[in-house]
């Protein structure tokens, strides 16, 4: 073992021996000691080897503390002035090689916190009088010292939460990482983060939560504090401002989050989505002469609301259209002579009747592709059961996604930006305000002088989207329009679309209302709403969210019959007794449910049967499914960006509208 007996010097001794103090004052005297062995151990091992000396001889510990005290009364002292000078009180015992080597024990060593702990609270006595306790005393000095280190942590934290003077930009809002913003606030403000989450989250807390986390709850009070102490720390609070102004929160909400700190004002706000909007604005306006774009809009209805209603402060609603501009990747760009093209197309083709028996019958590819389509989505639904989670076989070819018919190019190379114009007040409704939308576009766009007119109607070909009410007005526009002068005039450079989202929607009403019946038909869509406790499925509307909540009924109870098929064709009581089936078998059970539970073919069979035999139940069980799966195709091929699965359903959609 290590000779340790240097440590212990005698303290009559000269101090030149000593060794060195961590104290920083100038006069320090720097004494030697072996090189592998740090301060702090130095220190605690000379306590350690007195205070083990300390219980060897007869004399009790008390002894010792009353001769020292007795001591430090004949030397006219008593102990808080004997601390006072040792601590950093007098300027000689700074200096003095003893003194730095006594404070520095008392500093480093392993008993300096448990002395304070029993200072601030004393041990109390099973009788006797009550020891006078340090407590308020500490507790003042700990506040001191806290607030002292919060304020520092609070200006190392600044440059996290400053936000630049000049114009917000889009890319810096979407900069802010509220991961990285937490991990950097833990990083440098130790105190304040452990104070502040100690305020939002107590220790049985953090058992009994498994999910709740409190750290964004904390790193939002230091941002409001951050802002309040400074409004160029505003970092969170601009993108919180711009969040809830884009979410519609009236003024007289934002002014009370406002005034507790969480967003800027609402006149920063309303300046700032300005100079967003504005900077867009610009940005579109040159990117349309470098990338093929498209456009889009829908009437909209905004309420005008006022909390002082007076003779010229009245409450109004408002009609309007907003537009989006859709930007399309370089390779996308079509020739400028498409427009010229399609003008012939159109003229060669106008008396052209198309053969209807062509989308009455389909082709075998079309059947084929949407029949793997049906087995796939049936078999996907039995893989996805809680009841097959643990399967072994889930990643088996046979269960294989069929391939994609004609999918769009995915990637960041093929990406689509969007573009928000300016909401114009505009009523879309009537011919004369589509002629107005149209107008309003091309003036925001900065395309409607004479010479960008001449080019629109010469080299532009633009795919205008809309709702059905949209389209159809452009197309009455084609009508009455034919006969002007130029093709700017005559809406030649336009291909009116329809949006597939309101298709969407349109085919889902029709499944209602073609399914509904009455809550005693086994099998409608009303039956499955009474026992599903599912409300304000009744009447269809286009406002709010009964599509979305349709929509979510529709999978659920699709879901529910074509497990309950799988059921019926397996001949068992659970989906868990299939999985001793290998991929092949469940691949030719999905094409027996989709052949005898899904099909036309199965319904025709039923019809057949004499009456009193023919299932009214299977019926409507049957053509429901058969009617359902379209809706969940289109669905997902919408979302996948598959455009020959929309091809192969134009005939269905077609019929059932």
């Known amino acids: 073992m290590e000779d340790l007996s240097f440590l212990h010097a005698d303290p009559d001794e000269d101090p030149i021996d000593q060794p060195e103090s961590d104290d920083d004052d100038d006069g320090v005297i720097h004494a030697t000691f072996p090189s592998n062995t740090t301060r702090e151990s130095i220190h605690a091992a000379n306590s350690a080897w007195l205070r083990e000396r300390l219980g060897m001889g007869s004399t009790r510990i008390l002894d010792k503390v009353l001769v020292v005290l007795d001591c430090l009364k004949g030397e006219k002292m008593d102990l808080p002035i004997f601390l006072d000078a040792l601590l950093w009180g007098d300027s000689e015992c700074i200096a003095d090689g003893k003194g730095q080597y006594a404070r520095t024990t008392l500093m480093t060593s392993e008993c300096f916190p448990s002395i304070l702990e029993r200072c601030h609270k004393p041990p109390r006595p099973s ?21 002292r280190a919060v304020d520092k942590e609070m200006e190392a934290l600044a440059p996290l939460f400053r936000s630049p003077r000049d114009a917000l930009t889009g890319e810096r809002l979407v900069e802010i990482d509220f991961g990285e913003l937490k991990a950097e606030a833990q990083k440098l403000a130790p105190t304040l ?28 009070m230091i941002s409001q504090a951050q802002y309040t102490r400074s409004n160029r720390r505003a970092c969170i609070a601009k993108l919180w401002s711009i969040y809830l102004k884009a979410c519609g929160v009236p003024v007289r909400a934002f002014d009370a989050l406002h005034a507790i700190g969480l967003v800027m004002s609402h006149k920063w706000t309303v300046e700032a989505l300005k100079g967003l909007s504005d900077t867009a604005l610009h940005l579109i306006q040159q990117f349309i002469h470098l990338y093929p774009w498209l456009i889009t ?19 109004n609603f408002i009609s309007g259209c907003a537009f989006t501009i859709y930007l399309l990747p370089s390779h996308a760009m079509l020739s400028t002579s498409m427009n010229r093209e399609m003008q012939i197309f159109r003229a060669q083709h106008a008396t052209q009747v198309f053969d209807f028996g062509d989308v009455l019958y389909g082709t075998p590819d079309c059947d084929l592709r949407m029949q793997h389509l049906d087995e796939h989505y049936i078999l996907q639904l039995l893989l996805d059961s809680p009841d097959f989670a643990d399967y072994p076989h889930l990643d088996d070819v046979l269960f294989n996604s069929p391939q994609p018919t004609h999918a769009l190019p995915t990637g960041p190379e093929n990406a689509v930006k969007m573009f928000l114009l300016h909401t114009a007040e505009i009523d879309e409704s009537t011919y004369e305000g589509t002629l107005k939308v149209i107008d309003s576009a091309f003036q925001q766009l900065n395309i409607n002088s004479p010479d960008e007119q001449q080019r629109t109607g010469l080299e532009r070909f633009i795919a205008w ?58 099998g409608s869509l009303r039956h499955a709403f009474d026992l599903l406790r599912r409300k304000n499925l009744i009447t269809a509307s286009t406002k709010g969210p009964f599509w979305h909540h349709l929509d979510e009924a529709l999978h659920h109870i ?29 691949r030719s059970l999905a094409k027996r449910i989709v052949r005898d539970f899904a099909s036309r073919g199965a319904i025709n069979e039923n019809d057949l049967l004499p009456e009193p035999e023919q299932d009214a139940v299977f019926h409507e069980w049957t053509l ?10 289109l669905r997902r091929a919408i979302r996948s960006g598959d455009v020959g699965v929309i091809e192969d359903l134009l005939p269905t959609l077609l019929l059932r509208a």
Not at 194 to 220: E, F, G, I, S
Request: glycine share 6%; aromatic share 10%; hydrophobic share 45%.
């Open 624 to 633: 429901f499914i058969y009617s359902v799966l379209p809706y969940f195709h």
């Open 297 to 315: 809009h829908d009437n909209i209805n905004l309420a005008m609301r006022v909390f002082s209603q007076c003779l010229n402060n009245q409450g």
């Open 193 to 220: 983060w452990n104070v502040l989450r100690t305020a939002a989250y107590r220790p049985a807390q953090a058992k009994r939560n498994k999910r709740k986390n409190p750290d964004l709850v904390v790193l939002h």
């Open 127 to 147: 009788g006797g009088a009550v020891p006078v306790a340090g407590g308020p005393v500490l507790e003042k000095l700990a506040v001191d010292l806290v607030q």
């Open 465 to 522: 989207i809309g709702d059905q009410l949209t389209v159809e007005r452009l197309r009455g526009l084609w009508k009455y329009r034919h006969e002007d002068h130029n093709s700017y005039d005559r809406l030649d450079y336009m291909v009116p679309i329809f949006g597939w989202f309101h298709l969407l929607m349109a085919l889902a009403n029709s499944l209602h209302k073609q399914f509904l019946c009455n809550s005693a038909t086994t």
């Open 558 to 586: 699709g879901e529910a019959h074509i497990r309950a098929c799988w059921l019926e064709a397996a001949k068992v009581t659970s989906l868990a007794m299939l999985k001793s089936k290998s991929p092949a078998e469940l």
